[in-house]
């Protein structure tokens, strides 16, 4: 691990505007995913800002009948919370599948949005990685990409966004706050926060340098049955190979987001239309423009197979 400076910020606005002026500086808050790169040396801050006393861990109610999460708002609190089980149960049944318990104590929410991908490529220092070092090349094309992306992939990346969390909030059509470097606010639509990897997927999401997130917001119940289905190649403590997250009316409409084949949360509105005619006419909508390898080809028919399992449950 390569030395580093260290402050604890007294607020978002200046924990924002400390990261702005000091070139290679991040926020710090549960570290669980940071610490790892950090010692590894694929992230080399040269600062870290400490935002765990900025009292952002409160989940609150909204004027609009949502619920404001805390960027700090750990995710063990998250998932156990009496409201998140009740009307976002895809929430917490997400959350409850990532990760283990001790690394739930620690994660926050805002950490959970912004953990970076775990391609074996990026972690290998010895292999060619754009999202590591731009403009090197990318070793998982033509590797082995078993657990990597099919859809939304470009010539340049095919890494996959490992969050739970996100695909819930994505289905949920949850907004991410933040406060700006210049001590201003804005609202960023989950749909918008993540980019695809194009040719600079050294850029996970839309954030403007020394942007630092202070809440998630969620919209009003949207009633319906919630799901939460991971496959995954053990039981516990494992990423999702593909993993569908839905919300299904009792009229058979519903909404479905998918984890593990993109770089992205992967939700395609337009395909939510066809959810009365099957999984295969959604999934068909989901996975269209889909360049899988010849090791994760598989995920396509997987992701149809994971959300008929899904709709069936639904129906009882």
């Known amino acids: 691990m390569k030395p580093f400076t260290y402050e604890r910020a007294s607020s978002p606005a200046e924990a924002a505007a400390a990261a702005s002026r000091t070139p290679g500086a991040k926020f710090i808050a549960g570290g669980t995913n940071l610490l790892d790169l950090m010692k590894l040396q694929i992230e080399a801050p040269r600062h870290l800002i400490d935002v765990n006393g900025l009292g952002l861990d ?43 318990g001790q690394l739930r104590n620690k994660a926050t929410t805002a950490g959970n949005l912004l953990q970076r991908t775990r391609c074996p490529y990026f972690y290998d220092t010895n292999q060619p990685c754009n999202k590591r070092r731009p403009g090197s090349g990318c070793a998982a094309i033509g590797g082995y990409s078993r657990q990597l992306g099919v859809v939304g992939v470009s010539d340049h990346c095919i890494a996959t966004n490992p969050s739970d969390m996100a695909v819930a909030m994505r289905v949920l059509d949850a907004k991410v706050e933040t406060v700006t470097a210049a001590g201003a606010g804005r609202s960023i639509p989950m749909a918008e926060f993540h980019r695809l990897p194009g040719d ?69 509105e337009a395909a939510e239309a066809n959810m009365k005619q099957g999984s295969r006419a959604v999934a068909a909508g989901l996975m269209a423009g889909a360049r899988p390898t010849h090791d994760n080809a598989f995920k396509v028919p997987l992701v149809e197979r994971t959300l008929a399992a899904v709709m069936h449950e639904a129906r009882g």
């Open 58 to 100: 409160k989940i609150e109610k909204t004027n609009e009948g949502g619920l404001r999460i805390g960027a700090l708002v750990r995710n063990t609190d998250l998932a156990a919370d009496k409201r998140v089980r009740k009307d976002y149960a895809v929430l917490s049944r997400a959350l409850l599948a990532g990760a283990s």
């Open 200 to 268: 600079a997927p050294h850029l996970d999401t839309v954030l403007a340098p020394g942007e630092l997130i202070t809440a998630v917001t969620l919209p009003k119940p949207i009633g319906g049955q919630h799901f939460y289905h991971k496959v995954r190649d053990r039981a516990s403590y494992a990423f999702a190979v593909v993993s569908i997250a839905a919300v299904i009316q009792k009229d058979g409409s519903g909404r479905v987001a998918v984890g593990g084949v993109a770089h992205k949360p992967w939700r395609v």
